[in-house]
């Protein structure tokens, strides 16, 4: 089973990605946390997206549909969750290019449904926790980022939920619930 979550900064894609992981054997495939990967490597690649990334604006098309065309050539296991891949209708189109070059398809498209007020304090929330626990914040994982990620959010990544509603994968869940609740709402959408 190939699915994909999609939902605005905050909506709860990476924490539900990593359930499933857990419950069904999937593999995750985050573009937000291979990007991060990148940034610390201090490769080219890195060094490209990282001012991209702090500022909150999405990077190329290219260089993500790049990293998800390796991964998709690896072990399979349980099926792939996509975690905030695509954002883009290109980067979806994409996606069905390369699934069909493996011989996969996609099962589900699940949008997590979050209002703004409630994302912009789970992201402010999240950033104080990591400094109490003696780290560091990410560098968008501020207000100002913030902002910039939901407009991107509005203006490139919502336009899918028409795409993919009219190829009758689409399916919501309410992102505003407990992260268990969540959960099996998922649960239910996938069977
Ligand atoms: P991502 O890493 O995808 O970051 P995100 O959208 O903030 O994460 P997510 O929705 O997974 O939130 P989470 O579960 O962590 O992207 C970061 C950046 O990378 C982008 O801005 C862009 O620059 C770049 N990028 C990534 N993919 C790209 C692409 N395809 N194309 C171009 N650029 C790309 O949850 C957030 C918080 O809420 C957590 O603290 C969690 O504990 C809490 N939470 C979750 N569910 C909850 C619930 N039900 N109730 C209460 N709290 C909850």
Same mark, same amino acid.
């Given at each position: 089973m190939n699915i994909i979550l999609l $939902? #605005? #900064? $905050?909506?709860g894609k990476g924490t539900q990605a990593g359930r499933l992981v857990e419950s069904r054997e999937m593999i995750q495939l985050s573009t937000g946390d291979m990007l991060r990967e990148a940034k610390t490597s201090g490769t080219e690649m890195g060094k490209i997206v990282a001012d991209v990334m702090d500022r909150g604006e999405l990077v190329t098309d290219e260089i993500v549909i790049g990293l998800i065309r390796e991964k998709l050539e690896g072990d399979k296991k349980g099926g792939f969750i996509f975690d905030g891949? #695509?954002?883009t209708l290109a980067q979806a189109d994409a996606l069905a290019e390369l699934l069909a070059d493996v011989g996969e398809s996609l099962d589900a498209v699940i949008e997590m449904k979050v209002d703004d007020d409630v994302l912009v304090g789970r992201i402010v929330n999240r950033a104080k926790e990591a400094v109490a626990a003696g780290g560091t914040a990410r560098a968008d994982d501020n207000e100002e980022s913030l902002k910039v990620r939901l407009m991107a959010y509005y203006k490139q990544t919502s336009p899918l939920i028409g795409y993919y509603h009219a190829k009758g994968s689409l399916s919501a869940v309410d992102g505003l619930a407990s992260m268990d609740e969540v959960e099996a709402s998922i649960g239910n959408v996938l069977g």
């Open positions: $939902g #605005p #900064p $905050g909506a891949f #695509p954002r």
